[in-house]
Each structure stands twice: as structure tokens, then as C-alpha cells.
């Protein structure tokens, strides 16, 4: 595993890849010259052809042989730059050859058919690389072939140059690149640094700490404002966390504390039988009490830990709430209230499961007893929506402020908490009631206003279409909106 930094990395791939660029267009650069210079000095080997045969064949000259070859030593003359010339006729005879091809053998080299174009070859003569054409022409009326060559010194001088030039400016160049970026990639990958520095200062003493967030409008603002976010999110839930603990903590003293001290005042003394049983039937009570919000507390620790993930089964809401009624009807009995079940005259299919639905459903009502006087009404409705089954609490109660509205599905809130303590609530009822309809894919809304009552709609996704007809399982959960 490499432990380079980022910014050595990136200068290090600039480098190369810059590298490996200038490497291909020097290469390109190099066989474009090369081609170019061969593609001249093949031209200029094919007019030397044209300018010797016009030379030749000038009209009126009836020199002889050797006069003939007098003139082509004067016109080579002429032009030093291209001395190696040779010209013989059809028989093999040599009409002119020069001086520096004299005491040679040019290798066996072929010639185009007359009136075709010549044919060039690369052939080397005592070691030198030459560009030979080789091409027949008439010289009065005779066939002759003319070989013409230059040296490729020059070509080969060009090229050697430019490859010095290459391989001398690559590296300087990779080295000015892999500087050059080394500087910008540590300009660039400096609030990365703060970043690191900052984010290694926020301690659970300092989480409302935040990241500078630098105005630049590229991925490094976007990280920062995402991390900032982040943290934002763990400081929310890390205050939630201290704010449960110190409210669990806070109700299960009262519940103790009072069980202790009962207990306590019942063993200073004998007391009698009627006493002893007072004192036992206040501990039991307690204890229960206890016992519900520990239940509570630990169904909400394992939903937060994702354990508590129930196993749905199509379930009639209907007959959930017939076989519930008796005993709903008897919980509002017993604060002289009226309960009112309504809408239940077909079947209501959802994916759900019972216990859970029941506990919803109970905990609703107890809510809505809790919170409403006798003489008064507590009603549960079932209805369906286009897509969703709909259950309805509603009562005639107190209602709940506006200012409180935000709140109540948080744990440990009460809305009025002097009557809810006295009514045995903690606070934890609409947080399970919405940790239970979030688990069935559904939706739970409150409407409520001061002095008119409450209505709390729950909407669970339904096993069935509109007409009835049974729905495919396996819906996507969707999201809970209080």
C-alpha cells in the first residue's frame, strides 16, 4: 500500500502523464520531419532527373560524345552541391560520371521504364547512407540511364539534432511540470489540511465546532459543507442522546425512589396487616409503572439499534379493532368517557404486524383519555385512502398549542405534564407510536387546537387495491411526516 500523499501522487501522475504526452508528440514531430525532409530530397533528386535530360536534349546540338561530356563536367560544375551523377546509355557505355563515383560501384540498382517515374533507393556507398533515383530518359532519340544521389548527412544531422533538443527539453519539462503542480496541488489541497486540522479539534466537548467553509464553489466547499452538515446531524443526535439519558434517568428515580422510600417507612415499625398491604400494593403499583417504561425505553434502544425490525403478514384492520373494542370501550369507561368506533363495515388489508398494530392503536387511545375530561368522547375510525388504509383517534379532549405540535413525537415530551404524570405517561407513547407506523412503511399526522379536541390520522400502506382486490407485498417504506 502506497504512502505517498495525495500531493505527491498528483504531482507524480502530472509528471508522467505530461511525460508520456511530450514523448508522443516529440515522436510524431520526429516522423512528420523525417517524412517532410525524405519527400524534398526525393523532389529535389526528381528535377535534377528533369533538368539533366533538358540539358541534353537542348535543341541544335549536334556535339559529339566527348564534347557532350565536356558540357555535362561544366554544368555539374555549376552546382557543387550535386557531384555524384552518373550517366550511361543503352549498351552499359558511361556518358559522364563524377569524380566521386569514379573508383566506385554504385550497388545493382533498377530504373522505371521510360516515360514511367523513377525509382528511388536508399544504398550506401563506403559507409555513407546516399538517396539514390534511378530513371530513364532519350538523349536524342536514345535511351539512357541516369542514376543521381545525394548524401543523407543532412537529413540524418536534422534529426539527430532534434532528438538531442527532446531528449534534453522531456525532462526539463516534466521537471518544471512535476514543480508546477507540486505548487498548485499544495495550493489547491491546502483547506484540506485546515480541514483535517479542525475536523481533529472537535472533540464530544466541542461539537458545535464547524469547518471553514471556503467561498471557491468547487468539490473542497461542497466537502466542507458537507461535513459541517455532518456534524450538525451528530451533534442533534448526540444531544438527543444526553436529553433521553437524563430523562430516562429522571423517570425511573421517581418510580424508585418512591418504591425505596416505602418500603423504608413500612420497616420502622410494626405496622399492621391492612398497612402492609397499602404499602406492598404502592410498591406494585410503582414497579408496573417501571416495568412499562423500561419496556418502552428498550423497544426504542432496539429500534435505534435496527434490531426491532417486525415480520409483517397481511392483517385486517377491521377485526383488529372489533376484537379490541370491549376492551378500549372499558379503558374509556373507567374516566367516564364515550367511546365511538366507526367506518369498520368492510375489511381493511394491510402488511402488518398485529401485536405491533394493537399496541399503536392502544397507545392512541390512552393518549387520547389522557388528555380529555368527562364528560367527553374518544372516537377511532377506519377509512381507506387511495392507496393507504387510514386509522383515526380523535377526542373531544384539551387539544394540543401550536407551539407543541413540533414536539410531541419526541421522547419525553408532554404537552401538558402535569396531568400526563399524574395519568402514570412518561412521555414515550407518540415516539413508540411513530417508531411502530415508520416500521410499517406508513404516515402519522397530528391536527389538533387548544380547547377543540385532537385527531391523530395514521396511514398504513393497504394489501389491497381500490376495488378491493389483494395488492402484491413487499411496498417500499416510505417516509413518516408528523
Known sequence: MSTWSIRVRLTAWFAAVLGVVLT?????????????FAHAIDQALADRVVAIGQFLNQPGSQESFEELRDDLREYVALDP????????????????????????????VTAAEPGRPPLYHDVTLRGRPLRLVAARIDVRGQPHLVQVAVPMTVLDDALAGFRRSTLLLIPIGMLAAALGGYWISRRALGPVGRITATARAITAAQLSRRLDVPPTGDELQRLSE??????DRLEAAFRET?????????????????????????LRRMRSAEEYRSTLETILREAERTSVL??????????DAGVDSPQRDTLDLRQL??????????????????????GHQEPRLVLGQRAAVARLVLILVNNAVAYTS?????????????????????????????????????RFYRADKARSRDSGGAGLGLS????????HGGRIRIASEPGRGCRVRVDLPSAQGPDGAGRPSGRRARGTAA
Not at 24 to 36: D, G, Y
Not at 321 to 337: F, N, T, Y
Not at 432 to 438: D, F, W
Open 242 to 266: 444526553i436529553r433521553f439519558t437524563a430523562d430516562a434517568s429522571h423517570e425511573l428515580r421517581t418510580p424508585i425512589s418512591l418504591i425505596r422510600t416505602s418500603a423504608e417507612v413500612a
Open 24 to 36: 508522443l508528440i516529440a515522436a510524431a514531430i520526429w516522423v512528420e520531419l523525417r517524412e517532410s
Open 81 to 108: 552541391g550535386w557531384n555524384l551523377i552518373r550517366i550511361t546509355d543503352a549498351a552499359g557505355h558511361l556518358l559522364y560520371c563524377s569524380p566521386a563515383l569514379e573508383s566506385r560501384t554504385l550497388p545493382e
Open 374 to 410: 368527562a364528560p367527553g368522547v374518544v372516537s377511532v375510525s377506519l377509512d381507506r385512502s387511495e392507496e393507504d388504509a387510514v386509522i383515526e383517534v380523535g377526542d373531544t379532549g384539551m387539544g394540543i398549542g401550536a407551539e407543541d405540535l413540533p414536539h410531541v413525537f419526541d
Open 321 to 342: 379493532l372489533l376484537d379490541m373494542e370491549p376492551s378500549l370501550r372499558a379503558l374509556c369507561a373507567r374516566h367516564d368517557l364515550e367511546f365511538r368506533l366507526e
Open 226 to 231: 458537507t461535513l459541517n452538515e455532518m456534524l
Open 294 to 303: 423500561v419496556q418502552d425505553l428498550l423497544t426504542l434502544a432496539r429500534a
Open 432 to 439: 413508540i407510536a411513530k417508531l411502530i407506523v415508520e416500521q
